[in-house]
């Protein structure tokens, strides 16, 4: 997607005549996100370092069987 976008930048530039184009921050948004919480997380608390869950089926499966077990549940 990075690629993808950072292509259509400098085509359009192209296009628009603005020469050269100088170098930006292409992320998506959870890449982002994660960058400002390396960067400022220790302001919530947050430990130094932290993992980004990538495979969440296990938490997901974790937090359904809590709010089965919880007296406030719905259902």
Known sequence: MQQRARAE????AFQ????RVQ???FRTIHAFCVRLLESYGHYLGLPPTFDVITD???VWN???QQQRR???AFG
């Open 70 to 72: 919880s007296p406030f």
């Open 23 to 25: 170098p930006r921050f």
């Open 16 to 19: 628009w005549g603005a020469g």
């Open 9 to 12: 930048v400098y085509k359009q």
């Open 62 to 64: 974790e937090f359904v």
């Open 56 to 58: 969440d089926d296990e």
